[in-house]
């Protein structure tokens, strides 16, 4: 079975500090690892995915097979990445469905 | 921008009655995808749909639920005797291809009494 654990519920985090949002998954195959976001009052959207490699918004994450992790990082944060954010996967096969994990509140103080 | 769109965006009911939510996904997707959350928990799939037929369904998805297409643009989730446990938020995305991204609607939040 295919899991997502977020360790951290809450995490709060000065401007202009670093952040960095934990994500470990549990799956036996090949995974495709994302990283959604939700801002206040609006809908989940993307943030990235592993395959792109790119860097978003200032956040960049990196696949460790060897620890299974895909953490977010961001090495200064702004009062505008306040957010819940999601870490999910898709084993891929016949329909990519997205596991989530709880999600982490990420709060930008100024 | 196209945006998936679901309504009602808050949907009372009593326990017992059927209730049916509706996502219009973005016009040239393919696939699409009930999600829901219920409040302190994790976003948790129950269906996908592709060429008008279920690809997946989640253990939560029993014959109390159903989806269909009814049209070219509607993709609806009905459940048919709602309970208590049934009270979430409902997502609805779609995307393109498979391998593509999922654009989630806004969420329909459902409150069974």
């Known amino acids: 079975a295919q899991r997502v654990t977020q360790p951290e519920k809450l995490l709060s985090v000065f401007k202009g500090a670093p952040v960095e949002l934990k994500c470990n998954y549990s799956y036996s195959g090949s995974p495709e690892l994302f990283w959604y976001v939700q801002y206040s009052r609006q809908r989940l959207q993307l943030l990235l995915r592993?395959?792109s490699r790119e860097s978003i918004k200032g956040f960049t994450a990196d696949l460790n097979k060897g620890e299974t992790s895909f953490h977010l990082k961001k090495p200064f944060a702004q009062e505008e990445d306040s957010a819940m954010y999601y870490c999910?996967?898709?084993?891929?096969?016949?329909?990519?469905?997205?596991?989530f994990g709880k999600g982490t509140l990420l709060t930008v103080n100024p | 921008e196209p945006e998936v769109t679901q309504t009602p965006s808050h949907q009372v009911t009593q326990m017992g009655q059927e209730v049916i939510l509706r996502c219009v996904p973005i016009?040239?997707?393919?696939?699409f995808y009930w999600y829901r959350q219920i409040l302190g928990q994790k976003v948790e799939f129950l269906v996908s749909?592709?060429?008008?037929?279920?690809?997946?369904k989640s253990e939560i998805f029993d014959d109390q639920f159903s989806v269909e297409r009814p049209d070219g643009s509607n993709f609806t989730l009905k459940i048919r005797s709602t309970k208590l446990e049934d009270s979430a938020m409902y997502f609805c995305?779609?995307?393109?291809?498979?391998?593509?991204?999922?654009?989630f609607g806004p969420g329909t939040r459902l409150t069974v009494l």
């Open positions: 016009s040239n997707h393919l696939y």
């Open positions: 749909f592709y060429n008008n037929e279920i690809s997946e």
């Open positions: 999910a996967l898709t084993s891929g096969g016949s329909n990519y469905k997205l596991t």
């Open positions: 995305a779609s995307s393109e291809q498979r391998i593509n991204e999922q654009f």
């Open positions: 592993h395959i």
